[in-house]
C-alpha cells in the first residue's frame, strides 16, 4: 500500500487454496474496513491481506468471514481448528 507517509507491505502468507474466488474481494472489503476502522497504515495493510488469505481459504465468493475471524489470523496464523 502506497499512501502520503510512505509505503507499507504485509508479511508473507503461506495457506492452501480452496478456492481461488473470492480472494480479490475479500481483500478489497478488507482494506475498505481498514481504511474506516483503523489508524496504522501498516495494520491496515496486514488485515486487508489476512481478509483476502482468508477468501481464499473458504469455498465459494462470498466469504463468510467476521473481524474476529481476522483479527485472530493476523495474531496467531494458520489454525485449523479454533475452540
Same mark, same amino acid.
Given at each position: 500500500? /502506497?499512501?502520503?507517509?510512505?509505503?507499507? =507491505? %504485509?508479511?508473507?502468507?503461506?495457506?492452501?487454496?480452496? @478456492?481461488?474466488?473470492?480472494?480479490? @474481494?475479500?481483500?478489497?472489503?478488507?482494506?475498505?474496513?481498514? /481504511?474506516? *476502522?483503523?489508524?496504522?497504515? %501498516?495494520?491496515?495493510?496486514?488485515?486487508?491481506?489476512? %481478509?483476502?488469505? /482468508?477468501? *481464499?481459504?473458504?469455498?465459494? @465468493?462470498?466469504?463468510? !468471514?467476521?473481524? =474476529?475471524?481476522? !483479527?485472530?489470523?493476523?495474531? *496467531?496464523?494458520?489454525? @485449523?481448528?479454533?475452540?
Amino acid at each position: 500500500m /502506497l499512501n502520503e507517509k510512505g509505503f507499507y =507491505q %504485509s508479511r508473507v502468507h503461506t495457506f492452501d487454496v480452496y @478456492d481461488r474466488i473470492g480472494g480479490g @474481494d475479500a481483500f478489497a472489503a478488507g482494506m475498505i474496513h481498514a /481504511l474506516y *476502522h483503523m489508524e496504522d497504515a %501498516s495494520t491496515q495493510e496486514e488485515y486487508a491481506t489476512c %481478509s483476502g488469505v /482468508l477468501g *481464499h481459504t473458504t469455498y465459494g @465468493d462470498s466469504p463468510v !468471514l467476521s473481524k =474476529q475471524d481476522i !483479527l485472530y489470523y493476523m495474531e *496467531h496464523g494458520k489454525s @485449523d481448528v479454533i475452540r
